[in-house]
Each structure stands twice: as structure tokens, then as C-alpha cells.
């Protein structure tokens, strides 16, 4: 393969089209089978050049994790206005979360499935995302929750386990939606705020589920 010839850009904008073809080769090829080839010729730029402006293919790899990442995270808190009723803060972080997801499936996929199983370098990057993803929910929830009940006190524990729950299910769900044709960001969303909210609204109602007695639970 002949040497690319390229236009003089900023670095910065050109490490933003190394970044974006390398995203679509790793998210539809998968890290192992993608090569520094594929995505320098994608970018248009020589392989020496990929690897000055970013080293080697583990680095390339963590920073387009990085920022997949940082775009979501972007895109969620972007979606939700402070101020509205909780419902309404949760749908339009959900519609935020799903719209993303889908218009970026390449970048999902890096982050979902590729940095999640490739290592544990990559696999504490993806988690770090997540991790600022639940607090952002934990937030969330914790504070319309302690609104309703009137409750400063109301245990953190019980609202982040709720947050976790709702991330993991949001999680699987764009999973599901980017592989099957025709459902929408909104239809994805809606899907999870009926799952979700019964018992959401019901907290916030003052309305908890209460196992059963340890005795009761063998009968």
C-alpha cells in the first residue's frame, strides 16, 4: 500500500478523524480483528501517523473509549433540565440515552462490548463511565425521592442500588434496540420508563414493596 498523502490540519482535528475512524473499525470489526492499517487508510492518514498521535493500538483504543464515554455522559446530562418533575427528568434522560446510543452504535459498541471484554485496562474504562452515568442517576433519583417524602435522610444505599438497576436495564435495552430494526430512541425509552417508573412513582408516593417475613418465604 502506497504512502497517504494528506492536507495540513490542526492536530487537534486530525486526531478527531483518527479518533472517528478508528471507533468504526473497532465497533463493527471488534479490537482484536482491527488493524492500525484499516483505520489510518479509513482516516486518511499514514499508519506512522496514527501511531505519533497516539502510540500504539491500546492506546488508540482507551482514548476513543474515553471518548465515547465522555460524549454519552455529555448527552444524558445535556438531555435532563433540573427543575421538572422526576418523571419528566427520567424520560428525557432516557430519550437522551437511547437518541445517543443509537446515533453512535459504533461508539456503543466499543463501549458496551468491546472495552467490557478485552481486558482489564480497557474494561476499568468503560466501568468508570458507568460508574459517573449511576451517580448522575443516584442524583437524580435521591433528590426527587427526598422532595415526595419530605425526607433529607432517605439512605443512599436504597437509591443507588435503584440507579445501578435502572443503568444495567438501560444498558441491555440499547443493546437490544440497536440489533433489532425499527424500534426508536423514544419506543426504547418508553419501554424502560413502563418497566421502571411503576415502582419508581411508587417510592416517591411513599409506596414500597416490603418482602416477605423470612418465615413466610418457604410457605
Same mark, same amino acid.
Given at each position: @500500500? ?17 479518533? &472517528? ?10 479490537? @482484536? ?7 489510518? !487508510? ?28 465522555? /460524549? ?14 422526576? &418523571? ?7 430519550? %437522551?440515552?437511547?437518541?445517543?446510543? /443509537? ?60 440507579? !445501578?438497576?435502572?443503568?444495567?436495564? %438501560? ?43 423470612? %418465615? !413466610?418465604?418457604?410457605?
Amino acid at each position: @500500500m502506497g504512502a497517504v498523502k494528506t492536507k495540513r490540519m490542526p492536530r487537534a482535528v486530525r486526531e478527531q478523524q483518527m479518533l &472517528d475512524a478508528a471507533v468504526q473499525i473497532f465497533g463493527q470489526r471488534g479490537y @482484536m480483528a482491527a488493524s492500525m492499517d484499516e483505520i489510518a !487508510e479509513l482516516a486518511g492518514v499514514s499508519k506512522p501517523l496514527v501511531y505519533l498521535y497516539l502510540h500504539s493500538k491500546e492506546d488508540l483504543f482507551t482514548a476513543c473509549i474515553r471518548r465515547e464515554g465522555a /460524549a454519552l455522559t455529555q448527552a444524558v446530562r445535556v438531555g435532563v433540565s433540573p427543575g421538572l418533575s422526576a &418523571d419528566r427528568q427520567l424520560w428525557d434522560g432516557l430519550c %437522551a440515552f437511547f437518541a445517543h446510543t /443509537a446515533e453512535h452504535p459504533d461508539g456503543w459498541s466499543v463501549l458496551h462490548l468491546q472495552a467490557r471484554t478485552h481486558g482489564e485496562i480497557f474494561a476499568a474504562e468503560a466501568t468508570a463511565v458507568r460508574e459517573e452515568l449511576v451517580a448522575f442517576v443516584t442524583q437524580l433519583i435521591a433528590t426527587a425521592c427526598r422532595a415526595a417524602h419530605r425526607d433529607p435522610d432517605l439512605p443512599e444505599r436504597e437509591v443507588a442500588g435503584l440507579a !445501578e438497576a435502572l443503568v444495567g436495564a %438501560a444498558e441491555a435495552l440499547a443493546a437490544w434496540a440497536n440489533a433489532t430494526p425499527g424500534v426508536t430512541a423514544r419506543q426504547a425509552a418508553a419501554t424502560l420508563m413502563n418497566f421502571a417508573w411503576a415502582g419508581l412513582g411508587n417510592l416517591m408516593d411513599g409506596r414500597s414493596w416490603t418482602p416477605p417475613a423470612p %418465615a !413466610e418465604q418457604g410457605s
